[in-house]
Structures are given as C-alpha cells and as structure tokens.
C-alpha cells in the first residue's frame, strides 16, 4: 500500500491553497464543503474566488507564497501553475510535519486526494496513488452508478440508531449481524425512497425488538479455481461470513474474496483420512452455527457434485440448524469451458455423464457398459489414480481404444494444462500430470484443438495455458 486511506475531520480547521487558477478551484470547493476555514493565496486569481473571498467563504491573499502562510495550518495544496513554487510549498510544510498535496506532482506531496463518491455520509474514496487517474474516475463512475440512491439518507438513519442498538446488543457480532440483515431486506431503504421516514425508523426499532444473531450455513460452491466464476450469491455471503470452512479444492484467490475480519479454517482431506476429517468438519459446523455464526462452508466447484455435500446438510438437519446451498460451476463446465472441448455436440454427444473415479471400498462400481456407449461424453471426478481401470474397463466394454480422450490439469487457473490423446493411452497421459485433473472422453475433445482460447493469446514464453496433443 503506496498511502494509508483516511477520512479526516476538517470542520473549521485552517487550511491553505496556494495558487488562485483554474485547478485550484476544485480542491477549494473540497475544502469548503468539507467545512474548512480556507486560506487561498495566488498573485493573479480567477473571478469565482474573488466572489467566494467576497461572500465571506474564504480569505484571500492577493501576493506571492511566504513561508509564514503554512504555520498553524492543518493542511496544504499546492496548486500554483509553477513547478519551482510547488516544490518550495511542499517543502516548507514537510519540514514543520504538515500534510501537503501537490497537484499533478502526487509524489512530491505527502498527501493525495482521491476521486470520490459523495452519498455524505457515507463517502467512497478511490485512489491509484497517482499512478492511473482515468482508471480510479471510471471505477468511480461505475460505483455512482450501482449505489441506491438513498445511500445517503439511509446511512444517516442508521447512524441516528447506531447508539441504541449497541446499547441493546451487547455482542459486536450479534451488531453486526443485526444492522446485515436489517440493509439487506431492503425494507428501511424502501421507505426512505418513498418519503417515509417515520416508518423506516419505526421498522428499525421493530427489527431490534427481540432481535438474536441465529447461526446460520451456507454450502457454497466456490467453482473450479478462477475467482471470477463464482456466483454473486456466493460472494455475498463469503462477505458476510463469521467463519468460513473450505477445502483443498478452493483456489487461494478465490478465498481472497472472503471478508478480510473472517476466520478461515481449512478442512482439506488429505488422501486416506477421509471419513475422521469428514465428521470433524460435520462437527465444527454444527458447532459454529449453535454459537450464532454465519458459517460458509465454502466447497470447490458445485457443494453437490461429488462434494459430500449432502452428508453435510444431513447433520446440520439432525441439529435443526438453518441452511442454504449456493451451486457452483463445477469442474467438468469449467475444465471444458476453458479447455474449449464442448460436452455435448450435435455431431458428437447427444448425452454427458459425471463419473467419479473414486468408489467407496466396497460400492458397486459404475455401469462399464452404459459408459462405453457411443456417441456420449464421460467426464472423470477424481480419475488420476484410477487411469488405469478408466482405461481398461472402457475399451473391454466396446468403446473404441481411438475415442479421442483429454486430461484438463488444474483447469480454468493460470497454471491451466490440456493433455490430449486416445483412450488406449490414458494411463500415459496420466503421469503428465498434476492434480486436480479431470479425464474427458469422447469425440467432442477432437474439438479442442480448434476451439481452444484460454491462455491462447498470452506470450509463448509464459502460456498461461497450454494444450499439448499426443496423439
Ligand atoms: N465438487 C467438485 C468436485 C469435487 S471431487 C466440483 O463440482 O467440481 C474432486 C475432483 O474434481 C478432482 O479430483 C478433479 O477430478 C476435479 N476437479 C476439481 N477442480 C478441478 C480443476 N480446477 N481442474 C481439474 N479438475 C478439477
């Protein structure tokens, strides 16, 4: 971090603007309406500051820069057309510990002033610490653009409630959950848009009457690695989470999107300690919830695709403990997404299959058979190991040892790998790679050669993705 955001408190506070011109006059009108006392001291000045000086607004020195200007100021800007001038300003109220903000020069300066989103109160403060100011104006106007509009007054009216809800709710956390809920029904917001005022407050202390924080899990999928594919529905909650439990699956950027003040257990299973780590995970769940946290049980790709994630629900259920289930992409959509191998084809596959190449001990395994039907996509869960079985049971039961067959690697990440080949060298093809991997089988993966784009454009040096074809 280049500079630390703060928002400080300016109410008749003196402050100085050196330089009278047209740039000046932004950071005046800040000032201002930030209730600052403002000095302006300029040789030349425009004609709006002269009728601001006139009207009482502000003091103006019509003569050139003097040291003595910044003693006892709180803040400076220094915004003369004068380079050299700049310059003296910022080093005459470094010296004496003052905050100084050159224009257009941000890193001779000790402060910078950030694009803002004005909803007083509440403000959003955005900055590039100089480096793209286009950049920090766009993400600017985006933001105008999504906020309510009764931002503003609804922040105010919180803040009028903020004292008797601490008073009535002793816990931080049951607070916070408390003013969550409340925004995000909506209801008070609502009323507000349509001029009601007294009722919005009135729902406000209803809401408080009674209120306890419920602990609460959501299961959600937190999809096959790129952050950007899970749901908004998930980073919802991942930004309201007490706490939230994830496994080996979920890509670390993704679970740099959670709520920075929420712990982060990892429950990953290592090979072989499944069931014990399985019930401690159950365990820590209903144990979470009972004490009131909002708990994410955050679960790569779809919680209920190969994910246990309806033996989780199973003891939430015996404990009476609330719940959701957020879908996620799973790997079979975004492995072949982003490997451009289609899953189904109208020339191709009529039909797709999951398959898991993992089986309880002593479960049946899958149907060989309905598997080695043509004209059908077999997507392998969990196949790596079980390459060789795939392999073997495929071709004995009468799908073709040709059937173009493809091993996606940690798919749709950065470090994304496409093997291809035939089903008679899947076991081959296995040992190319890492895990997570998926196996696709089937006509379709012919495709992949022609349709494949992720990584595609990126320099050869450092493909993000790569597809290598042994067949
Ligand atoms: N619930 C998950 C699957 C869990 S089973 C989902 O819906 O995707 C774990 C298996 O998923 C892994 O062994 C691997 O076969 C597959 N997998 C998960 N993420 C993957 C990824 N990014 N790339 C390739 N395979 C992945």
């Not at 920090?136 to 906020?147: D, F, P, S, V, Y």
């Not at 997570?436 to 040096?461: H, N």
């Amino acid at each position: 971090m280049d500079y630390l955001p703060i928002f400080t408190k300016l109410q008749s506070q003196p402050c100085l603007v050196v330089g009278a011109g047209e740039v000046a006059i932004r950071k005046i009108h800040l000032l201002l309406r930030a209730g600052a006392e403002v000095t302006v001291c300029g040789i030349e000045c425009r004609p709006e500051i002269a009728e601001l000086a006139e009207q009482g607004k502000l003091t103006l020195l019509l003569q050139a820069f003097d040291e003595s200007m910044v003693s006892g100021v709180r803040l400076v800007i220094a915004a003369t057309d004068s380079i050299d001038v700049n310059k003296q300003v910022a080093t005459v109220a470094d010296a004496q510990g003052i905050f100084v903000n050159v224009i257009n020069e941000p890193e001779q300066g000790s402060f910078v002033m950030p694009s803002i989103v004005d909803r007083s109160p509440m403000l959003i403060a955005i900055s590039s610490a100089g480096h793209a100011p286009v950049l920090a104006r766009m993400i600017r106007e985006k933001l105008e653009g999504i906020l309510p509009k009764h931002i503003g007054p609804l922040t105010a009216l919180a803040g009028q409630f903020r004292e008797t809800v601490k008073q009535q709710l002793a816990k931080p956390t049951a607070r916070r959950r408390f003013w969550e809920t409340l925004f995000s029904r909506g209801e008070v917001a609502s009323l507000l848009e349509k001029g009601q005022g007294q009722q919005a407050q009135q729902k406000i202390l209803s809401s408080l009457e009674g209120f306890t924080a419920q602990g609460e899990v959501a299961l959600v999928g937190a999809g096959p690695g790129d952050p950007s594919l899970i749901t908004l529905k998930a980073l919802q909650l991942m930004q309201q989470a007490d706490i939230v439990l994830f496994d080996q699956l979920v890509s670390t950027e993704t679970l740099e999107l959670v709520r920075k003040d929420a712990k982060l257990v990892n429950v990953g299973k290592e090979a072989g300690k499944h069931s014990v780590i399985q019930e401690k995970t159950n365990e820590l769940l209903v144990q979470y919830a009972k004490a009131g946290k909002k708990v994410v049980r955050l679960k790569g790709g779809d919680p209920f695709i190969f994910g246990r994630g309806g033996e989780e629900l199973e003891e939430l259920i015996e404990h009476q403990i609330p719940f959701q289930v957020v879908p996620g992409v799973t790997a079979a959509s975004g492995c072949s997404s982003y490997a451009g191998i289609p899953l189904t084809h109208r020339d191709y596959a009529q039909s797709v299959v999951f398959v898991t190449g993992h089986n309880k001990a002593q479960g049946a395994g899958p149907n060989w058979a309905s598997l080695a039907q043509a004209n059908q996509t077999c997507v392998f869960y969990m196949g790596l190991l079980q390459s060789a079985k795939i392999q073997q049971n495929l071709i004995e039961a009468g799908r073709a040892a040709s059937t173009p067959v493809a091993i996606v690697s940690k798919g749709t990440r950065q470090d994304q790998q496409v093997i291809t080949g035939q089903l008679s060298q899947l076991v081959e093809l296995s040992q190319e790679v890492q895990p997570p991997a998926l196996i696709i089988v089937g006509e379709v993966v012919s495709l992949a050669d022609k349709l494949a784009w992720f990584g595609q454009q990126a320099d050869a040096g450092q493909a993000a993705s790569s597809l290598i074809n042994l067949a």
